[in-house]
T-cell receptor
Framework: GQSLEQPSEVTAVEGAIVQINCTYQTSGFYGLSWYQQHDGGAPTFLSYNALDGLEETGRFSSFLSRSDSYGYLLLQELQMKDSASYFCASPRVEAGTALIFGKGTTLSVSS | NAGVTQTPKFQVLKTGQSMTLQCAQDMNHEYMSWYRQDPGMGLRLIHYSVGAGITDQGEVPNGYNVSRSTTEDFPLRLLSAAPSQTSVYFC?????????????FGNGTRLTVT
């Protein structure tokens, strides 16, 4: 089978740093992507890790460790607008780009 | 560019009715897909297409049909609607079928089956 596990909820305050973890079980792992979805909106692409290590894009960073079957999304200098759901995703083994998503982590940022 | 356009935005159906959810993209994307999103379930892949004339099943294909006669359009057909198909449906496309090609999502169709 193929699945991605992530926490259902995370809370933090403005200005803080939060890490959203994603662990996966798959017979043939490719890369790991992250998407953001605001309430009622469409998911939008945040980042993609093809190889082990850290990728940084502004306040957001994403990390991948293939040996540990683990990745995370790191959000720094949190703002209220970062309150959203975050999904990790990886390609379906049988089907190239067809992404399989985790169930999502709801991040609530308070002042 | 409009990106990925889904119609309608909202739809209410009675059990047993059929309908087609429309999806069109104007980015000349090779890959298109349909997901459904239910509370606490994330996004589950229904069907996908790697190019015109080619479609394949995803994780939850039962009760749905698709076709890809053009690069731009990828309609999703509900053959006989059931309450279990009440969901938010997202169409997504990407430039290539490579795993590093980000998905672009439409704004979704909110479907209620009574």
């Amino acid at each position: 089978g193929q699945s991605l596990e992530q926490p259902s909820e995370v809370t933090a305050v403005e200005g803080a740093i939060v890490q959203i973890n994603c662990t996966y079980q798959t017979s043939g792992f490719y890369g790991l992507s992250w998407y953001q979805q605001h309430d009622g909106g469409a998911p939008t692409f945040l980042s993609y890790n093809a190889l082990d290590g850290l990728e940084e894009t502004g306040r957001f960073s994403s990390f991948l460790s293939r040996s540990d079957s683990y990745g995370y999304l790191l959000l720094q200098e949190l703002q209220m607008k970062d309150s959203a759901s975050y999904f990790c995703a990886s390609p379906r083994v049988e089907a190239g780009t067809a992404l399989i998503f985790g169930k999502g982590t709801t991040l609530s940022v308070s002042s | 560019n409009a990106g990925v356009t889904q119609t309608p935005k909202f739809q209410v159906l009675k059990t047993g009715q059929s309908m087609t959810l429309q999806c069109a993209q104007d980015m000349n994307h090779e890959y298109m897909s349909w997901y459904r999103q239910d509370p606490g379930m994330g996004l589950r892949l229904i069907h996908y297409s790697v190019g015109a004339g080619i479609t394949d099943q995803g994780e939850v294909p039962n009760g749905y049909n698709v076709s890809r006669s053009t690069t731009e359009d990828f309609p999703l057909r509900l053959l006989s609607a059931a309450p279990s198909q009440t969901s938010v449906y997202f169409c997504a496309s990407s430039y290539t079928t490579g795993e590093d090609s980000p998905l672009h999502f439409g704004n979704g169709t909110r479907l209620t089956v009574t």
